[in-house]
Every structure is written in C-alpha cells, then in structure tokens.
C-alpha cells in the first residue's frame, strides 16, 4: 500500500506493518539491533498501543489514517537545542497538510497540528543524547486523514471531516516527507533561526489573549514566543515567565482558528 520516496532522505527506505504495538516501539527496537538508514520510515495500518505525548495514547481507527514514526541521526543539533527538531517536524507536517484544507493550519505547542480549532495531528518525538549532542531520534507521527467518528475525542478531526472528500494515504504520507525533510535539511545547514522564525509564524495564539492553567490557578495569559529551550513564553500580570512541557496548559480562548 505504501511506497518508498525519491527524497534524498525521508521514506526512501520503508517498513509497513499490518499491526504493531507502536511504531515507535518498532523503531527503537530496529536501533536496538542495528543502524538502520537515515530517514527510515516505519509505518503501520494499525497500532495497539500507539503513543502520544505525556503519556497519553493516541487513538486511531486501523486503514484510515497514518501512524508512523521515522528514525534520524541528528547529531548536528545540541541537546540544550533539541527542540529545534520539534519545530522542524511540526512545520514540515503543518506545510503538508495546509493546501487541503480551507482554515488555517496552526501548530498548538509544543507540536499539536490544529484546523479549525481541532487536533489532526500528534507528534511524539523520543530522543537519545551522546554526550552534549542528539545520537538519534524516533519520530511518531499521527495525522488523522479519513476517520470520520470522533465521538470520544470531541477536540479531534480529520483531513475528510475538514474537506468531505477520501485521500490515499500514500500520497499524503508523501507531502509530508517531502515538507518535513525541506525542514530537517535546513537544520542540517545550520538554518535553525529561520525554522524558529517559521514556527512562530504558525504558533496557535501567538499574540492572542487566551486563558491558561498552571499550578492549579487560571490565569489570562498572551504567548509571546518560545526561549532557547523550547519553553512557552506566557506574558502574564506578573510579566513574561518559561513554562515547560506539562507546566501550563490552554483552558480557552475567543480565537476561532
């Protein structure tokens, strides 16, 4: 069903499963054994246990959407910098995805993928460090494409919801490749600057009031950017504070995205 790519990186080596537990899991288990090729994709129509952030589980019905994870070597990018690998991800799917909906493709941080105020996208990125230094990377990727029932998940939506129209799910794994390794590559050029500068371009709120939550107190908020770290910089009563992943969380906002 899937096919390799003429990328000079991403999916020009591919493994499909019919079910794993996650391909996430699949992934780190290839590193564990050996150094797979840069860029390999392994992708499955069914995940039993797939992952999200924080721990949470990402949910998908089997044959309709894409659930993958990629295996990189970015060694160039230092450990205190890995979020810029976060960024990179979450434009080139952001990229991919914009030109078949009619809204605007926002990223939520630290790297949701938003349409019209819905999550379509869910990005899990496990790394592991040599040193100062990324060693590899497994990057989990699932964007919702033909699921149409959301009925569990009321902040979920798919690229057919959003359009009323089917897509193959090999050419839309494709787009996202192909934006994704345009990202990666300036990275690899030591382009981090313009990508930070692009993500916050599509940060969802980005100079918008909204309400948040942290330390178990509400408060209104206005993001104002990301720092070095990948932290979310809220400008608050008290001034602009960092908050980590897992530190603040957004309650609601009166943007319609």
Not at 18 to 36: E, I, M
Not at 117 to 130: D, F, P, R
Not at 225 to 250: P, W
Request: with cysteine; charged share 15%.
């Amino acid at each position: 069903m899937f096919t390799t790519t003429n990328n000079i990186l991403l999916g020009k080596v591919l493994n499909e499963h019919k079910l794993v537990d996650s391909t996430n899991d699949q992934a780190k288990l290839l590193l564990s054994k050996s150094k797979p090729v840069e860029g390999t994709v392994i992708i499955a129509h069914h995940q039993q246990r797939g992952k999200g952030q924080y721990g949470n589980v990402w949910a998908a019905a089997p044959g309709e959407n894409l659930t993958f994870s990629i295996i990189l070597y970015p060694k160039f990018i230092a450990a205190a910098s890995q979020f810029a690998l976060s960024q990179a991800v979450a434009l080139g799917i952001r990229d991919a995805l914009q030109p078949y909906v009619n809204e605007v493709a926002y990223i939520k941080w630290p790297n949701d993928i938003l349409v019209a105020g819905k999550k379509v996208c869910g990005i899990l990125i496990e790394n592991s460090l040599q040193g100062s230094s990324l060693s590899d990377s497994v990057v989990g990727i699932g964007i919702n494409v033909n699921q149409t029932d959301f009925n569990c998940l009321p902040h979920a939506s798919s690229l057919k919801v959003l359009t009323d129209r089917q897509y193959d799910l090999n050419q839309v794994l494709h787009r996202v490749l192909g934006c994704m390794e345009g990202y990666y590559l300036q990275l690899l050029a030591n382009r981090a600057e313009q990508v930070r500068a692009a993500y916050l371009q599509h940060l969802y709120l980005l100079n918008q009031p909204a309400t948040f939550e942290a330390d178990g107190h509400t408060f209104e908020g206005t993001i104002r950017g990301i720092d070095t770290n990948g932290r979310l910089l809220l400008e608050g009563a008290d001034g602009i504070t960092a908050y980590g992943v897992k530190e603040v969380a957004l309650v609601s906002s009166d943007i319609k995205a």
